[in-house]
Nanobody
Framework: QVQLVESGGGLVQAGGSLRLSCAAS????????MGWFRQAPGKEREFVAA???????????DSVKGRFTVSRDTANNAKNTMYLQMHSLTPEDTAVYYC?????????????????WGQGTQVTVSS
């Protein structure tokens, strides 16, 4: 099993920044993607960003391109942590943010294809 634990959420004013972290532990895989998703009240869970196991390939949802950056701590393989640096936040970014993992070499933005999920961290952006 894989355990994913998010942290770093909070309340921030519009235009501000936050950095989310996702610490992975448990079973390890040689190839996988880690992704960030978010879910606002009354809305479907949506894809935000993803990064490959190597950290060399990233994907973003259009509305966050240029504002969010996904990265991984690849310096220490035993410390498998993913980050989401968020800038220029708007109230529309308010949601619970989840990290997830899909095993294999194929990237996906479909949340139903991810096998492992964290518990989520709340991000609230005030206007």
């Amino acid at each position: 099993q894989v355990q994913l634990v998010e942290s770093g959420g909070g309340l921030v004013q519009a235009g501000g920044s936050l950095r989310l972290s996702c610490a992975a532990s448990g079973r390890t895989f040689s190839t996988y993607y880690m992704g960030w998703f978010r879910q606002a009240p009354g809305k479907e869970r949506e894809f935000v960003a993803a990064i490959s196991w190597s950290g060399r390939t990233t994907y973003y949802e259009d509305s966050v391109k240029g504002r969010f950056t996904v990265s991984r701590d690849t310096a220490n393989n035993a410390k498998n942590t993913m980050y989401l640096q968020m800038h220029s936040l708007t109230p529309e970014d308010t949601a619970v943010y989840y990290c997830a993992m899909i095993v294999g070499t194929t990237y996906s933005s479909d949340s139903t294809t991810y096998s492992y999920w964290g518990q989520g961290t709340q991000v609230t952006v005030s206007s």
